[in-house]
């Protein structure tokens, strides 16, 4: 399992790649076809159109929304990570991963995302960097709380902070300064910084599709993610 999750974040990282080395999100080449599969109104659309969960668009530019939708949910599989783990990312009856109901299987045809815990963390990578006294790295819940900004009211600098260089904010494993404890990262690790997640790929995005992802971020709706032993996952909803 834990092989299956650093591949994930791996495949993730793989992802955010070519959106950069693609360099179109935001400007497309003038002369581009209208409706064109590549330009960038396609991809505002397209974004919008497949987002798993309801959109609050108020007082949200609808464009960025979109964008960073799209970035989310078709390039990036941001959920495929920030979700309570792989038995709840989709609903019973739309996991394509499943045997269809022609073979026997729960499937319907038709691949539907669990709202119930879309982007609100929880996934346990299992113990870092390996079997010992070592923490657990948890995914974060990337949900917005009731002052409508994503990861629990982070301001976009914030975000833009940890998109840019993976400061943890929540401090939440440290370097060990005597024998690990469990709760603490052997050196040379950096406790300060966030590990497992790609954020030395990320880093390469443009500001303004850091800006399109934290903006989709603060349209979905707040997730309270209850999970033992890890109370940086709850939310204020209301």
């Known amino acids: 399992m834990l092989l299956s999750r650093f591949s994930k974040a791996a495949g993730a990282a793989a992802a955010f790649a070519a959106i950069v080395l693609a360099g179109m999100l935001i400007n497309p080449p003038r002369g581009q076809a209208q409706g064109d599969e590549n330009d960038g109104e396609s991809k505002v659309e397209r974004g919008l159109a497949i987002a798993p969960v309801p959109l609050n668009l108020k007082g949200r530019n609808r464009e960025l929304v979109g964008l960073g939708s799209y970035i989310v949910n078709a390039q990036g599989d941001c959920n495929g990570c920030h979700t309570m783990d792989p038995s709840t990312e989709y609903t019973a ?12 299987g729960p499937f319907k045809g038709k691949t539907q995302v669990n709202p119930k815990t879309y982007l609100g963390g929880g996934s346990d990578f299992g113990a870092f960097p390996g079997p010992g006294p070592f923490p657990h790295i948890v995914s974060r819940n990337l949900t917005p709380d009731k002052t409508g900004r994503p990861e629990g009211g982070r301001t976009f600098q914030e975000f833009l902070t940890i998109m840019k260089t993976g400061k943890d904010y929540d401090h939440l494993h440290p370097t060990c300064t005597g024998a690990p404890n469990g709760t603490c990262l052997p050196a040379p690790f950096n406790g300060e910084l ?3 997640m790609p954020w030395p790929t990320f880093q390469n995005m443009s500001r303004d599709e850091i800006r399109a992802i934290y903006e989709y971020l603060s349209a979905i709706p707040c997730i309270d993610t209850v999970v033992a ?3 940086q996952l709850r939310n204020v909803c209301q």
């Not at 009856?93 to 073979?103: E, R, S, V």
């Open 229 to 231: 032993g890890q109370p």
């Open 194 to 196: 966030l590990q497992i």
């Open 93 to 104: 009856t739309g996991n394509p991963y499943l045997l269809d109901i022609h073979h026997g």
